[in-house]
């Protein structure tokens, strides 16, 4: 499975992003997709995930709220819409696939896409 990451930018604290993580290959071998993020100096840290199965979707308690993971299940595309942003959600945005539902932990995830800049300023 690859995992392509895209729509990070630049945006102003209180603004909206929309971050998508394109699927390809054999996507059958992922039965969950997720978001993780990691900011400079800081360890990598759970954001959000779904299950493509029907288990529903769980996020971290600090992004409740705030962010909305979502599915296009005809485009093999995964989407973290982001609103509300924060100074603090400056990160790299990571996708990744596995097949543990309600798995929050970076080694419960197999595939992982390259990253996508977010950058909140104040």
């Known amino acids: 499975v690859q995992l392509q990451a895209s729509g990070g930018g630049l945006v102003q604290a209180g603004g909206s992003l929309r971050l998508s993580c394109a699927a390809s290959?054999?996507?059958?071998?992922?039965?969950?997709m997720g978001w993780f993020r990691q900011a400079p100096g800081k360890e990598r840290e759970f954001v959000a995930a779904l299950s493509l199965t029907g288990g529903g979707t769980w996020y971290a308690d600090s992004m409740k709220g705030r962010f909305t993971i979502s599915r296009d299940g005809v485009k093999n595309t995964v989407y973290l819409q982001m609103n509300s942003l924060k100074p603090e959600d400056t990160a790299v945005y990571f996708c990744?696939?596995?097949?543990?539902?309600?798995?929050?932990?970076?080694?419960?995830?197999?595939?992982w896409g390259q990253g996508t800049q977010v950058t909140v300023s104040s």
């Open positions: 990744a696939g596995g097949s543990l539902v309600r798995a929050v932990r970076g080694y419960e995830y197999v595939y």
């Open positions: 290959g054999r996507t059958s071998s992922s039965y969950v």
